[in-house]
């Protein structure tokens, strides 16, 4: 049986909520990646994450790993990376 992830939340320095963790199913869907892809990221290209117990917990916000990802696509000119990059936008925008 899955356990569901209960998201967390800490407050800003505004004292608003603010999630700081994800389930790996939860970030791959806001990012629009599979399972299988964010297993296979290493190195700077994986999101900050934890394991506790035998739950893996992304610590980094979609947003804010979509954003660095486009500055390293800028960087380094990967192509494809910026076609993911542009439809993850996208859909969070809307």
């Given at each position: 049986?899955?356990?569901?992830h209960?998201p967390r939340?800490a407050?800003?320095?505004?004292?608003?909520?603010?999630?700081?963790s994800?389930?790996?199913?939860?970030?791959v869907?806001d990012?629009?990646?599979?399972?299988?892809?964010?297993y296979a990221?290493k190195?700077?290209?994986?999101?900050?994450?934890?394991t506790?117990?035998?739950?893996r917990?992304?610590?980094?916000a979609?947003?804010?790993?979509l954003?660095r990802m486009?500055?390293?696509e800028?960087q380094?000119?990967?192509p494809?990376?910026?076609q993911?990059?542009?439809?993850?936008?996208r859909?969070e925008?809307?």
């Amino acid at each position: 049986m899955k356990r569901k992830h209960t998201p967390r939340f800490a407050q800003d320095a505004a004292g608003a909520n603010v999630r700081v963790s994800w389930s790996v199913d939860d970030w791959v869907a806001d990012v629009g990646i599979c399972r299988g892809t964010f297993y296979a990221l290493k190195g700077d290209r994986a999101p900050r994450s934890t394991t506790v117990g035998r739950r893996r917990l992304i610590m980094e916000a979609p947003r804010d790993y979509l954003a660095r990802m486009s500055q390293t696509e800028l960087q380094t000119c990967e192509p494809g990376l910026s076609q993911m990059l542009d439809a993850a936008l996208r859909r969070e925008a809307v």
